[in-house]
């Protein structure tokens, strides 16, 4: 009896201290498993499927808990052997489709980077051709920075990172697209389009007088029609603020409308110059009636000295439209006081 | 008087056991939560992050071993001590080898920034020898912007380097550079446009 007693103690002691550890070797490739998969980021990429794996470990270590609380004869770590391998499967699965989801990403951001480097270009490009939005290039330089930035983090595999960066990204375009679209819209309006085309077409008609020139400040471009043919297109530069028509002095726009040639300078300080004569009538209307509505400060003065001169067709004016020096030298001497001048946004 | 004898040491050993396993280290879980929870809030993660991702999962594994024994009737607690113990003296000695962590990061930070700021200076200094006003051309005025947004991104370099995001900051000062020296050389290649023009107007 007392030997019974004994055995039965040991047994209990032996049972209960020293066969503490989770014993089976699944447990320890399931941790390493584990974190592999944590470190390549599955809780982030995958996090759904991540947590019913984590919630399956747990529950699997509770059942081998339980299983190492009994008798040592008395356990059975079959079924809970067969989870562990389970489970072991499901982390190669989600292995699986954490390689295709990265795949999958690491597209979406590429493509994302392609896109935004294209808007990139593209308003660089507006805010060059334009001269519009000098301002918009300081949001276009943080984007860039931005993208950089995602970028290199993409680089290094980081793709949650990269894609919070491209998102601040495509807020500042985002914001650079709204204001170059206020400056455009004007360009999208039917009547606007058909005044000047209507003017276009005058211009053109004046041609069969003499010269005739026409300017269209979305295309940067001058052309000289001769018996309503063009005879001569140069690039031309335009005021800071050129896509915008003019409504006062100071605004640094490009004047839009039907003016004439009214004097030649043979030594203007931008190599020579033909003065235009802005404003006229339908800028005088159109300046008294901005200041009415308000549109314009009280104070505003409606200007005037608007050229055509020299100095390069890539520089910016206040207002002017200016060529390059061999150009202008052939225009002043084409052109005399009287030949129409006309200023539109756009043809099309 | 044997059989007496024979409960006597059966009592005496299961006491033994049960004295040796029965207490839940409690003062050394409190010590190593602190211990994990300091270096983690010291930025462990920002700096090192499978460093802290290994500490905590060997925490975990402690107290899943207490709650083993726990579970049992005659617990033993010496490996999930043992298992604390480890856990702590790791986090301490993170926790002391952080400054170092973070001071290289800082001071790579700080280099990047300097690294940057030159090379914004340099546009800069570009810049203000490029004409201004009427007759400027348009690329050099459109890259007056450039620098503005340079500037900009600058200043959140400084306020990232204060809130001691100096990864991040020396990644955005990185790109900065990257950046103004690009923009250096466009005010250059503008530059000499110009300066190839001149001749022309003769």
Same mark, same amino acid.
């Given at each position: ?7 039965? %103690? ?99 951001? %590429? ?11 593209? %308003? ?151 003065? *235009? ?43 002017? *439209?200016? %060529? ?25 | ?86 856990? $702590? ?42 004409? $201004? ?38 990644? $955005? ?30």
């Amino acid at each position: 009896m007392k030997f019974l007693t004994l055995f039965s %103690l040991i047994i209990i002691i032996l049972n209960g201290c020293f066969k503490s550890e989770l014993s089976l070797p699944e447990v320890d490739l399931l941790e390493k498993q584990y974190y592999n998969l944590w470190k390549a980021q599955a809780h982030l990429y995958l996090p759904i499927e991540f947590n019913l794996y984590q919630e399956r470990i747990k529950k699997a270590k509770n059942h081998l808990r339980e299983i190492e609380s009994k008798l040592f004869f008395l356990r059975d770590y079959n079924p809970v052997q067969k989870e562990f391998i389970e489970i072991l499967k499901q982390g190669e699965e989600l292995s699986k489709s954490l390689e295709i989801e990265l795949q999958r990403r690491s597209l979406l951001i %590429l493509q994302r980077i392609n896109k935004i480097e294209d808007k990139i270009k593209n %308003l660089n490009n507006f805010t060059l051709n334009a001269n519009e939005g000098i301002n918009l290039r300081r949001n276009l330089t943080k984007s860039e920075i931005l993208l950089y930035e995602g970028r290199s983090l993409y680089e290094r595999g980081r793709y949650i990172d990269s894609e919070e960066k491209l998102n601040n990204v495509e807020k500042y375009l985002d914001e650079s697209e709204k204001k170059m679209s206020k400056i455009l819209n004007r360009f999208k309006e039917i009547n606007q389009i058909e005044k000047w085309k209507k003017w276009a077409k005058e211009a053109i008609h004046d041609s069969k007088k003499g010269y005739s020139i026409l300017i269209i400040k979305i295309e940067r471009k001058m052309i000289i029609y001769k018996d309503e043919k063009p005879i001569k297109i140069y690039p031309i530069g335009l005021g800071l603020r050129g896509l915008s028509d003019k409504y006062h002095a100071k605004d640094y726009a490009t004047p839009e409308g039907r003016y004439k040639v009214i004097r030649k300078n043979p030594k203007s300080k931008y190599y020579k110059a033909l003065l *235009i004569n802005y404003p006229n009538e339908e800028d005088i209307r159109e300046f008294y009636k901005a200041k009415t509505k308000g549109l314009i400060p009280k104070t505003a003065k409606i200007g005037g000295l608007i050229e055509i001169h020299g100095g390069g067709s890539n520089s910016i004016t206040y207002g002017c *439209i200016s %060529l390059d020096n061999e150009q202008m030298e052939e225009l002043y001497g084409l052109v005399d006081e009287g030949v129409p001048v006309t200023i539109v946004g756009a043809l099309n | 008087m044997k059989k007496g004898l024979i409960l006597l040491l059966i009592t005496l050993l299961v006491m033994a056991f049960v004295s040796g396993c029965a207490k839940k280290p409690t003062k050394e879980i409190e010590e190593t939560q602190t211990a994990v929870n300091n270096v983690i809030s010291e930025g462990l993660g920002k700096y090192s992050p499978d460093d802290e991702k290994k500490l905590k999962d060997a925490l975990a594994a402690a107290m899943e071993e207490i709650k083993t024994q726990e579970g049992k009737t005659f617990k033993n607690f010496d490996k999930a001590k043992q298992m604390l113990a480890d856990v $702590k003296k790791n986090a301490e000695e993170l926790k002391a080898s952080l400054p170092q962590k973070k001071e290289a990061a800082k001071q790579n930070a700080l280099q990047a920034q300097e690294g940057a700021k030159a090379s914004v200076e340099e546009a800069k200094s570009l810049l203000a020898k490029a004409p $201004k006003g009427k007759g400027t051309a348009a690329d050099i005025e459109a890259l007056r912007g450039d620098v503005k947004g340079l500037e900009d991104s600058l200043n959140e370099v400084q306020s990232l380097i204060e809130k001691e995001e100096f990864i991040e900051a020396s990644n $955005k000062a990185n790109a900065i550079k990257e950046k103004a020296t690009g923009v250096s050389n466009q005010i250059k290649e503008a530059m000499e446009k110009i300066k190839a023009k001149k001749p022309a107007k003769k």
